[in-house]
């Protein structure tokens, strides 16, 4: 995902006109050089804020073995390895 402003003619995004100057979301593939400009890049993170103890709670819930050593980030790995989502 994109954050981005117009830069020049109107456009229509999701039903929704955009004038010079407005900032919207899109796609990465949505990207035209011609009609916005990049003002960032969002991270699509699932993970974002979620506490390692509610991580825990799901991989116990399905049952995975999680090494007494994983962190944050292995506990996440472990999700995805496994197919989970909170």
């Known amino acids: 995902m994109l954050?981005?402003?117009?830069?020049g003619i109107p456009v229509?995004?999701?039903g929704?006109?955009?004038?010079?100057?407005?900032?919207?979301?899109?796609?990465?593939t949505q990207a035209n050089e011609s009609?916005?400009?990049?003002?960032?890049?969002?991270?699509?993170?699932?993970?974002?804020?979620v506490r390692v103890d509610s991580i825990v709670k799901v991989l116990k819930a399905a049952e995975v073995e999680i090494?007494?050593?994983?962190?944050?980030d292995?506990?996440?790995q472990l999700m995805k390895d496994?197919?989970?989502t909170l």
Request: net charge negative; charged share 40%.
């Open 35 to 49: 009609l916005f400009e990049v003002l960032e890049k969002i991270e699509d993170d699932p993970f974002k804020g």
């Open 82 to 84: 496994n197919g989970l």
């Open 12 to 14: 229509f995004h999701n």
């Open 67 to 72: 090494p007494e050593s994983a962190d944050r």
């Open 3 to 7: 954050k981005v402003k117009v830069i």
């Open 16 to 28: 929704k006109r955009y004038v010079k100057n407005d900032e919207l979301e899109i796609e990465d």
């Open 74 to 76: 292995a506990l996440i």
